[in-house]
């Protein structure tokens, strides 16, 4: 008889940041960050992935990403993983050591069991790098 208990959907498994090159969109988002100036224009973009124990449950209700107070407007599932993007590694500081967890519309928590790590050290602007912690 197998007893293993499966962890809850929300509880956080790894935490990944690849560095891609822009898209389209967020090459001219990149521009208009650096003033229309092509020399100090960036050409990485940050994508955070959490993986997570189970895919999001599908409810009439919706589930906001928090990382500390800050509500992250758009990510994007791909089966038991979510990801956003940022254009900027100075945009991912103010979630350093900040509890990652998911609020229904309801008001209803669900902590992910993690904190975002200080990426300070970490990050770098070259494509193809990448970095992860895993917690579980």
Same mark, same amino acid.
């Given at each position: 008889m197998n007893t293993t208990t499966k962890k809850p959907w929300h509880k956080l498994q790894a935490l990944t940041v690849e560095n891609r090159a822009p898209d389209e969109a967020d090459a001219r988002h990149l521009l208009h960050r650096a003033g229309g100036? +092509? *020399?100090?224009?960036? +050409?990485? @973009? +940050?994508? @955070?992935?959490? +993986?997570?124990?189970?895919?999001?449950?599908? $409810?009439? *209700?919706?589930? $906001?990403?928090?990382?500390? $107070?800050?509500t992250i407007p758009h990510y994007f599932e791909h089966g038991a993983a979510i990801a956003f993007r940022a254009h900027d590694a100075a945009d991912l500081q103010a979630f350093y050591n900040q509890p990652i967890r998911f609020v229904s519309d309801h008001g209803e928590q669900f902590a992910t069991g993690a904190t975002f790590p200080d990426l300070s050290r970490q990050l770098t602007r070259q494509v193809g790098s990448f970095w992860q912690k895993r917690y579980a």
């Open positions: 100036d +092509h *020399t100090k224009q960036q +050409h990485v @973009v +940050h994508w @955070v992935i959490l +993986h997570l124990s189970d895919e999001m449950p599908i $409810h009439s *209700t919706a589930y $906001h990403l928090q990382i500390g $107070h800050e």
